[in-house]
Antibody, heavy 118, light 108 residues
C-alpha cells in the first residue's frame, strides 16, 4: 500500500524559508507527478506546484517567485522550499500523487502544519 | 486570474439528493475532479475525469459536466457524507492546477 509522509520545520519566523520533504513509501516514484498543496486553517485548498518523474516542475503563478520544488528519485522523495514566508503562509501542507499527466491527485499525505509567527 | 466557483454551502436531509456545482470558463476544455474532505483528514478523490469514480467510492457519488459547469451528485445522502467538497481542474492550457473554494455539505 503506497503511502506519502511529509515532514519539516513546523514553526518559522517571518522572512525565513519553509522547507518540507515528502517521502513515497511502498510504491514507485517514477511515472507519476508529485504535487504540493496547502490549506490555511479553516480555509480551502491551494495548489502550490508539481514535479514530475523526470524533474520538470511547474508552480502556481501566485507563488512562483518564492517556490522551489525538487526531487530525489533514488530516495523516493521530493521537496518544497518557500522563501520569505509571512503569516499568510501559515497552513497545513500536503503532498500528493498526481496521475493522468498530473491532472488529478489520487493519493495524499496526512499533511504537516507550518506556522509562521514572530 | 482563472477561478473555479462553488457555492459555500449545501444542505440536504438524509436520503435526499445533494448537488454541488462548480463553474469555470475552462471547464469545457479541461476535466474536473471532486474531492471529499472530512474534519482533520486529508482530501479523498471521489470522482475523476468528470464522471468516473475511483474504486471504493460508493455508487451514490457521481459526476457530470455541461458546458462551463460540472456537478457532483450524491444520491441518497447519508450522515457520513457530511464534509467539505472541492472541485479541481486546470487552467485552459493545462499548465497549472486549481481548486474551487469548497462547499460544506450539511446533512440535516
Amino acid at each position: 500500500q503506497v503511502q506519502l509522509q511529509e515532514w519539516g520545520a513546523g514553526l518559522l519566523k517571518p522572512s525565513e524559508t519553509l522547507s518540507l520533504t515528502c517521502a513515497v513509501y511502498g510504491g514507485s516514484f517514477s511515472g507519476y507527478y508529485w504535487s504540493w498543496i496547502r490549506q490555511p486553517p479553516g480555509k480551502g485548498l491551494e495548489w502550490i506546484g508539481v514535479i514530475n518523474h523526470s524533474g520538470s516542475t511547474n508552480c502556481n503563478p501566485s507563488l512562483k517567485s518564492r517556490v522551489t520544488i525538487s526531487g530525489d528519485t533514488p530516495k523516493n522523495q521530493f521537496s518544497l522550499k518557500l522563501s520569505s514566508v509571512t503569516a499568510a503562509d501559515t497552513a497545513l501542507y500536503y503532498c500528493a500523487r498526481g496521475v493522468n499527466g498530473g491532472g488529478y491527485l489520487d493519493l495524499w499525505g496526512r499533511g504537516t502544519l507550518v506556522t509562521v509567527s514572530s | 486570474s482563472y477561478e473555479l466557483t462553488q457555492p459555500p454551502s449545501v444542505s440536504v436531509s438524509p436520503g435526499q439528493t445533494a448537488r454541488i456545482t462548480c463553474s469555470g470558463d475552462a471547464l469545457p476544455k479541461q476535466f474536473a475532479y471532486w474531492y471529499q474532505q472530512k474534519p482533520g483528514q486529508a482530501p479523498v478523490l471521489v470522482t475523476y475525469t468528470d464522471t468516473e469514480r475511483p474504486s471504493g467510492i460508493p455508487e451514490r457519488f457521481s459526476g457530470s459536466s455541461s458546458g462551463t459547469t460540472v456537478t457532483l451528485t450524491i444520491s441518497g445522502v447519508q450522515a457520513e457524507d457530511e464534509a467539505d467538497y472541492y472541485c479541481q481542474s486546470a487552467d485552459s492550457s493545462g499548465t497549472y492546477l486549481l481548486f474551487g473554494g469548497g462547499t460544506k455539505l450539511t446533512v440535516l
